[in-house]
């Protein structure tokens, strides 16, 4: 799987949209972005995911650059339980089942 | 549909023990993972059962071993427990097809701290 890059903190304001950046340059045209969360001790949160079009559901947004090097989750309106570590991966969809996350995002939602 | 369900959700050991831990996948789903998450290492995989068959597996010694179930509930079990067993056990569940995107989805993880 393709490595990814996202800062390692950020801050957002209450109802204020969050935009989450994530590099992916050495993409492969088959590996798709799937973000997820997971908020202090409890388990992983699937948020989206996509491969080359923009996605949309009752979470975030995704918005994928055309040459699809990089990404884009999109908080619509930051709530204080958005506060939590947001990871940005790539990955094949094959047999092998083996998720790998970076250190990810330290999202802060402040009121 | 219900989520992922995981028990039990906290657990303490002595070392030299050994534990059994269960998951109980989303409904249809036929594939189950399981990881290990420490502060240290971040996310590990340990295996993966599809039709109660170990399709996949991660870098882990023997002592931690699963079985899948024909309702494709899931246990693992980790025997002769050490100190740096403690962690936060994820099963992860999917549909277990490959050809297009096959979404995992975690449960709420069991906390197993060893003594």
């Known amino acids: 799987d393709a490595k990814t890059t996202q800062p390692p903190s950020m801050d957002c304001a209450e109802g204020r949209a969050a935009n989450l950046p994530c590099n992916h340059s050495t993409i492969s045209g088959n590996e798709y972005v799937y973000w997820y969360r997971q908020i202090h001790s409890q388990g992983p949160q699937y948020i989206i995911h996509?491969?080359?079009n923009n996605e949309t559901n009752e979470m975030a947004s995704l918005i994928i650059t055309e040459d699809r090097k990089s990404s884009t989750l999109i908080l619509p309106h930051a709530t204080l339980r958005d506060t939590a570590v947001y990871y940005c991966?790539?990955?094949?969809?094959?047999?092998?089942?083996?998720?790998?996350f970076g250190a990810g995002t330290t999202v802060t939602v402040r009121a | 549909k219900a989520g992922v369900t995981q028990t039990p959700r906290y657990l303490i050991k002595t070392r030299g023990q050994q534990v059994t831990l269960s998951c109980s996948p989303i409904s249809g789903h036929r594939s189950v993972s399981w990881y290990q998450q420490t502060p240290g290492q971040g996310l590990q995989f340990l295996f993966e059962y599809f039709s109660e068959t170990q399709r996949n597996k991660g870098n882990f010694p023997g002592r931690f071993s699963g079985r899948q179930f024909s309702n494709s509930r899931s246990e693992m079990n980790v025997s002769t427990l050490e100190l740096g067993d403690s962690a936060l056990y994820l099963c992860?569940?999917?549909?277990?097809?490959?050809?297009?995107?096959?979404?995992?989805?975690f449960g709420p993880g069991t906390r197993l701290t060893v003594l």
């Open positions: 991966i790539v990955r094949v969809i094959t047999n092998d089942y083996k998720l790998s």
């Open positions: 996509g491969l080359k």
């Open positions: 992860a569940s999917s549909g277990g097809l490959a050809g297009g995107t096959d979404t995992q989805y």
